[in-house]
């Protein structure tokens, strides 16, 4: 069983249209799609790397259980992203491709919101709660 932060992960680095949607509104290829599970390093997160998604894993133990053993455990994880505030075009495109990945593969979101980052005053931060099944 994969955790669900990697799983959540891997939908999102192996689609090319992600990887190539945030190239393209960052205006450059990168090394790798800026795609981190938990929090990237401080010197990282600057308005110039924008846009970047983070992964986190949120508390939960949900199960379905089965003659009293787990058949299926519940997962919920926190996508949040970063780009730029006055970008409303692409942080929409981007929002509803996360989005539609993650609704493809059985993740549902739950919640979303978005907000100036309290650190950086040019980046929205868009955040979205997705829930599913392992």
Known sequence: MSLPEKIVYDLLTKNQQVVNLLNDIRGEPTDFPYV???QPNDTFTTFENAPWIRITLISD???VYADDNRLMQKYRV???????????PNLE?????????LHSAGIERYYRNHEEDADID?????????????
């Open 61 to 63: 133990d949900t199960a």
């Open 36 to 38: 981190f599970i938990g």
């Open 78 to 88: 926190q996508i949040d992203f970063w780009i730029e505030k006055t970008d409303l």
């Open 93 to 101: 495109k981007l929002e509803n491709l996360i989005y539609d990945i």
């Open 122 to 134: 040019r980046l929205e931060m868009i955040q979205g709660n997705f829930e599913g099944f392992i």
